[in-house]
């Protein structure tokens, strides 16, 4: 996103990483939703996904912060 023109990315996480590019924001995931509620599907053709937290965690941004950037979660 930063080659294409926009002017930073934010990375919610909630593990510390390194060699993170220089206008990358780093944000506390924990402050959307706290990582005890991360959760992967038991069954089905989804199964051990984390689709639904990853789902969940974007709904509960956009409500919080009223803003439809795109993000991203590494967990």
Known sequence: ???TGHGFVVL????D???IPEKVKI????NIL???????????FNKESYSGFANWFRY????M????LG?????
């Open 17 to 19: 990483f390194e060699n």
């Open 1 to 3: 996103m930063i080659l």
């Open 34 to 44: 706290d990582e005890s509620e991360i959760f992967q599907y038991k069954k089905g």
């Open 65 to 68: 912060k009223k803003n439809p």
């Open 60 to 63: 509960k941004h956009l409500f």
């Open 27 to 30: 944000k506390d995931a924990n």
């Open 12 to 15: 919610y996480t909630y593990k």
């Open 71 to 75: 993000l991203i979660v590494i967990y």
